[in-house]
Structures are given as structure tokens and as C-alpha cells.
């Protein structure tokens, strides 16, 4: 199980930043999912995991957060993409699903282009192992932690949506 960090910060919801991103990113995912066989399970809010998809004998969640400032290829001076370390409690609701149950789970994260051509997929199993620090940058408040994860590693993978 992750653990909370001792004194770091989040950033509050912004319901402008929500209403504006929330379903256009949700929509670029459960299209991609559906074009690769997924059937969509849910894609309500109920501030757990955004989608939920199965295909075969597994459950997939899905994670997505729209990054505004990728247009174009990537960024190549952007070594790494940043994941809000608040995100550790999902990867601990996976971890406490009932296992009972039939099938394999897994957890994914999406960062998406603004032009929803084209995305990040990052497992929750690399995410648990990433470095996890303060990151600087216009938004970001001073205190709150992400999870840095080199884009250039072998277990990132860069979708065309």
C-alpha cells in the first residue's frame, strides 16, 4: 500500500478546469478502449476510477487527465510525465479489490493531448515503483508531490487515440 506523504499539499478542484476536460477526456479513452474490443462498464462519477472497461476474463480501469499544454509531438525537454501523487489511493483501491472474484485487474493511467489524438498509457504496477517528489511549474502549488515517470521508459506507451 502507498502511504500518504507527510505534509504535502493538493490542488483544490476547479470546477472550471473539470467541466472543460472531464468528458472530453473520458470520451478520447472509451473510444480508444471500445476501438480495441473493450465492452464500457461505467463511466459515471463517483470520484473513483473514471472509466471502467472489461474485454475477456479482465477488468480494466482507467484513470485520464487532459495535459493542455501538449499540442503537437511530444515535448521532448519534458523528460518525464507527472502524475499527482493523490492518485496513490487508486492504485490502493486495485490493491483491495476483492481478488475472489474471477479475472485479472488492471489500472491505467492516461495523459492526454489537447487535440485527443494521442496519449500516455502508464501502468499503476510502474507508477508504484516511479520516483515520487515536489515538481515545480505555474500551477502547481509548492508541497504537492507527483509521481515522475521518465516517458522514455519501455513500459509507457504512447497511443494514438
Known amino acids: ?9 493538493n490542488r483544490t478542484f476547479r470546477p472550471t478546469s473539470y467541466n472543460r476536460n472531464d468528458s472530453k477526456a473520458k470520451d478520447a479513452i472509451t473510444n480508444y478502449l471500445r476501438s480495441l474490443g473493450h465492452s464500457i462498464v461505467s463511466t459515471k462519477e463517483d470520484y473513483s476510477f473514471d472509466i471502467t472497461s472489461r474485454m475477456d476474463d479482465t477488468t480494466y480501469y482507467s484513470e485520464v487527465e487532459m495535459k493542455n499544454q501538449w499540442t503537437g509531438e511530444w515535448n521532448t525537454t519534458w523528460e518525464e510525465i507527472r502524475i499527482p501523487y493523490r492518485k496513490h489511493k487508486l492504485i490502493n483501491k486495485l490493491h483491495a479489490l476483492d481478488t475472489t472474484q474471477e479475472g485479472r485487474r488492471y489500472l491505467d493511467f492516461y495523459v492526454i493531448r489537447r487535440d485527443c489524438k494521442a496519449a500516455w498509457k502508464i501502468g499503476s504496477e510502474l507508477l508504484e515503483n516511479c520516483e515520487v517528489k515536489e515538481a515545480w511549474g505555474g500551477r502547481i502549488l509548492k508541497g504537492e508531490q507527483f509521481f515522475h515517470v521518465p516517458y522514455t521508459n519501455s513500459h509507457v506507451e504512447l497511443v494514438e487515440l
Open 1 to 9: 500500500m502507498l502511504q500518504p506523504i507527510q505534509g504535502a499539499v
